[in-house]
């Protein structure tokens, strides 16, 4: 009765008809596996898309004409003279040029180098060998005699790696002998084919394939990484933008607070000199004087100093890049925005913060982590087989025909190898068990902070709205203050220093209704930034899009 394994003859069947059929299998497997870890193709960063998904956004974003701007700078940008630009334009630019995120774009080309290292173990390998080997014996001792001994070995062989856990080799070699002895050639050709295959550590695909799973997901980390940059630059484009405009409107009101501050010291000494004011009066009127071109100084340096940090964020082509001078085409305007419950924005933030998601990459990682150190507990278990034919004869020809005959080679065995103690592989698995739940952790960690992050912007967007209402009363009724204070001065009920305050608190009022309206625009943009929508929201395409689940 037959066994439960092939026989010795069914073994030579193999050996000698289905040696074709495993390449082809071999090759088969190999680039289906290879295809299988093939990395999907990723955007570059900067790719206008046209206005957000309606289903990944809530409603409240920002009108068509604002995106449209962003689409109105694909123009060519004037490498000289001064700067015009929209918020639009100075997004695309900063994308395009600015330092520090070419750097940041080099980050998931470094670990997909690394992907391609991890692929390349089971890249097959063609080798070959040549060597020639003549030795020539001359001695006087009758038993030995003279001789003359001449070999050539050939040799062409394939190996390759399976992320099964098999190593397989296919080979074929030719040994050409001549002596003196026997002065015919004779040639040796064998064809052979060996394969290993691990039971235990190491084999399985899960656990073959997890280096290579890891530097996947180190490759989309680095991808989310760099969508994080990029929000955080976008939104130090728009801050900055803001603030120059800011400031260049402050420094308007300065000018018109100074040409006012004059206008009442002329008036100041025209009723000094009629006698109807005593000349202490002038003291405060110049004391005004003095401190609104205290405040336009600074306002002039506070612009200068914003210019320069909004060049470096847009770093435009060009030379004297710290010489050029910007126009600012969009004035702080407060949009009609209407938020979504606090709610929607942090379910938007739940599934698009950049560093949530790597987080839960770093959970994923911790998995293959687990497959990776649980094998290494194992003991070594590897079963082999090698299968040979070999021709001999006279000619290299026939040798090789020869291999059809009924000369074969089958060595099958077992390896075994078991570590009584394995500290090092039991100590790696508990220790991935122990990072594992860590990173569960910090994921519900990070999830509370992005919670504490939308919800307190959220507020202080609310809290900014309000405030331009508020503001802009205040301001009309310091205009009012001021109107009353004046005329009450030119009737000679009223002194210079009241009017110098009230004019005082006109000043700070214009400023404030100014500064609150930029405060709401940078507030929006924070709360977009915080939720990680800001780049959908401007129509910027970058990679990391895409929700992690696991």
Same mark, same amino acid.
């Given at each position: 009765?037959?066994?439960?394994?092939?026989?010795?003859?069914?073994?030579?069947?193999?050996?000698?008809?289905?040696?074709?059929?495993?390449?082809?299998?071999?090759?088969?497997?190999?680039?289906?596996?290879?295809?299988?870890?093939?990395?999907?193709?990723?955007?570059?960063?900067?790719?206008?898309?046209?206005?957000?998904?309606?289903?990944?956004?809530?409603?409240?974003?920002?009108?068509?004409?604002?995106?449209?701007?962003?689409?109105?700078?694909?123009?060519?940008?004037?490498?000289?003279?001064?700067?015009?630009?929209?918020?639009?334009?100075?997004?695309?630019?900063?994308?395009?040029?600015?330092?520090?995120?070419?750097?940041?774009?080099?980050?998931?080309?470094?670990?997909?180098?690394?992907?391609?290292?991890?692929?390349?173990?089971?890249?097959?390998?063609?080798?070959?060998?040549?060597?020639?080997?003549?030795?020539?014996?001359?001695?006087?001792?009758?038993?030995?005699?003279?001789?003359?001994?001449?070999?050539?070995?050939?040799?062409?062989?394939?190996?390759?790696?399976?992320?099964?856990?098999?190593?397989?080799?296919?080979?074929?070699?030719?040994?050409?002998?001549?002596?003196?002895?026997?002065?015919?050639?004779?040639?040796?050709?064998?064809?052979?084919?060996?394969?290993?295959?691990?039971?235990?550590?190491? #084999?399985?695909?899960?656990?073959?394939?997890?280096? $290579?799973? %890891? !530097? =996947? *997901?180190?490759?989309?980390?680095?991808?989310? &990484?760099?969508?994080?940059?990029?929000?955080?630059?976008?939104?130090?484009?728009?801050?900055?933008?803001?603030?120059?405009?800011?400031?260049?409107?402050?420094?308007?009101?300065?000018?018109?607070?100074?040409?006012?501050?004059?206008?009442?010291?002329?008036?100041?000494?025209?009723?000094?000199?009629?006698?109807?004011?005593?000349?202490?009066?002038?003291?405060?009127?110049?004391?005004?004087?003095?401190?609104?071109?205290?405040?336009?100084?600074?306002?002039?340096?506070?612009?200068?100093?914003?210019?320069?940090?909004?060049?470096?964020?847009?770093?435009?082509?060009?030379?004297?890049?710290?010489?050029?001078?910007?126009?600012?085409?969009?004035?702080?305007?407060?949009?009609?925005?209407?938020?979504?419950?606090?709610?929607?924005?942090? #379910?938007?933030?739940?599934?698009?913060?950049?560093? $949530?998601? %790597? !987080? =839960? *990459?770093?959970?994923?990682?911790?998995?293959? &982590?687990?497959?990776?150190?649980?094998?290494?507990?194992?003991?070594?278990?590897?079963?082999?087989?090698?299968?040979?034919?070999?021709?001999?004869?006279?000619?290299?020809?026939?040798?090789?025909?020869?291999?059809?005959?009924?000369?074969?080679?089958?060595?099958?065995?077992?390896?075994?190898?078991?570590?009584?103690?394995?500290?090092?592989?039991?100590?790696?698995?508990?220790?991935?068990?122990?990072?594992?739940?860590?990173?569960?952790?910090?994921?519900?960690?990070?999830?509370?902070?992005?919670?504490?992050?939308?919800?307190?912007?959220?507020?202080?967007?609310?809290?900014?709205?309000?405030?331009?209402?508020?503001?802009?009363?205040?301001?009309?009724?310091?205009?009012?203050?001021?109107?009353?204070?004046?005329?009450?001065?030119?009737?000679?009920?009223?002194?210079?220093?009241?009017?110098?305050?009230?004019? =005082?608190?006109?000043?700070?009022?214009?400023?404030? &209704?100014?500064?609150?309206?930029?405060?709401?625009?940078?507030?929006?943009?924070?709360?977009?930034?915080?939720?990680?929508?800001?780049?959908?929201?401007?129509?910027?395409?970058?990679?990391?899009?895409?929700?992690?689940?696991?």
């Amino acid at each position: 009765m037959k066994g439960p394994g092939p026989s010795i003859m069914e073994l030579k069947k193999i050996s000698k008809h289905h040696t074709k059929q495993f390449m082809i299998l071999f090759f088969g497997v190999f680039w289906l596996f290879a295809g299988s870890c093939a990395a999907p193709q990723q955007r570059e960063i900067g790719e206008y898309i046209g206005p957000p998904k309606p289903a990944v956004l809530a409603p409240e974003m920002e009108s068509p004409e604002g995106i449209a701007k962003i689409a109105e700078t694909q123009k060519t940008v004037i490498t000289k003279g001064p700067l015009e630009i929209t918020t639009g334009d100075a997004i695309l630019m900063a994308l395009e040029n600015n330092r520090a995120l070419r750097i940041e774009k080099l980050s998931p080309e470094i670990y997909r180098a690394g992907e391609e290292k991890e692929r390349a173990l089971f890249d097959p390998v063609l080798t070959g060998t040549y060597s020639r080997f003549r030795n020539k014996t001359d001695t006087d001792l009758p038993a030995i005699g003279d001789s003359l001994e001449k070999e050539v070995d050939t040799g062409l062989g394939l190996s390759g790696r399976i992320p099964t856990g098999t190593d397989v080799a296919l080979g074929i070699s030719t040994e050409e002998t001549w002596s003196d002895v026997s002065p015919d050639d004779l040639y040796e050709s064998r064809l052979g084919l060996s394969v290993t295959q691990a039971l235990l550590r190491g #084999g399985g695909i899960k656990y073959n394939l997890a280096r $290579l799973r %890891q !530097a =996947r *997901l180190d490759t989309r980390a680095s991808q989310y &990484e760099l969508r994080g940059f990029a929000e955080t630059l976008v939104a130090q484009v728009e801050e900055t933008y803001w603030d120059y405009a800011l400031t260049g409107r402050q420094i308007e009101i300065f000018q018109e607070s100074l040409k006012l501050a004059e206008k009442q010291r002329s008036e100041t000494e025209e009723m000094i000199t009629i006698g109807s004011l005593a000349e202490s009066e002038i003291t405060a009127a110049e004391a005004e004087i003095a401190l609104r071109r205290e405040g336009l100084i600074n306002a002039r340096s506070t612009l200068e100093k914003t210019r320069l940090q909004l060049l470096r964020l847009l770093n435009p082509p060009g030379e004297n890049l710290w010489c050029r001078t910007l126009v600012i085409l969009d004035q702080p305007v407060a949009p009609d925005v209407i938020l979504d419950d606090v709610e929607d924005h942090v #379910g938007v933030a739940m599934r698009m913060r950049p560093d $949530l998601n %790597q !987080a =839960r *990459l770093q959970v994923l990682r911790g998995d293959l &982590e687990i497959v990776t150190t649980k094998n290494g507990v194992l003991p070594k278990l590897d079963f082999f087989i090698n299968l040979g034919k070999t021709g001999y004869a006279s000619s290299f020809n026939s040798a090789i025909n020869d291999i059809n005959g009924d000369s074969y080679d089958i060595l099958a065995g077992i390896n075994l190898a078991y570590p009584f103690l394995n500290r090092d592989a039991k100590a790696s698995y508990r220790q991935s068990l122990i990072s594992r739940k860590q990173a569960d952790e910090s994921v519900e960690n990070m999830a509370q902070l992005v919670q504490v992050d939308v919800r307190s912007a959220y507020i202080e967007v609310n809290r900014t709205r309000e405030q331009i209402a508020a503001t802009t009363a205040t301001r009309a009724l310091q205009e009012e203050k001021t109107r009353i204070e004046m005329e009450k001065f030119r009737v000679g009920k009223s002194t210079t220093l009241l009017v110098a305050q009230a004019q =005082r608190d006109l000043l700070a009022s214009r400023i404030a &209704e100014t500064e609150v309206t930029a405060n709401y625009l940078k507030s929006l943009v924070e709360l977009y930034r915080l939720e990680g929508s800001l780049l959908e929201r401007r129509g910027i395409e970058a990679p990391g899009h895409e929700t992690v689940s696991f």
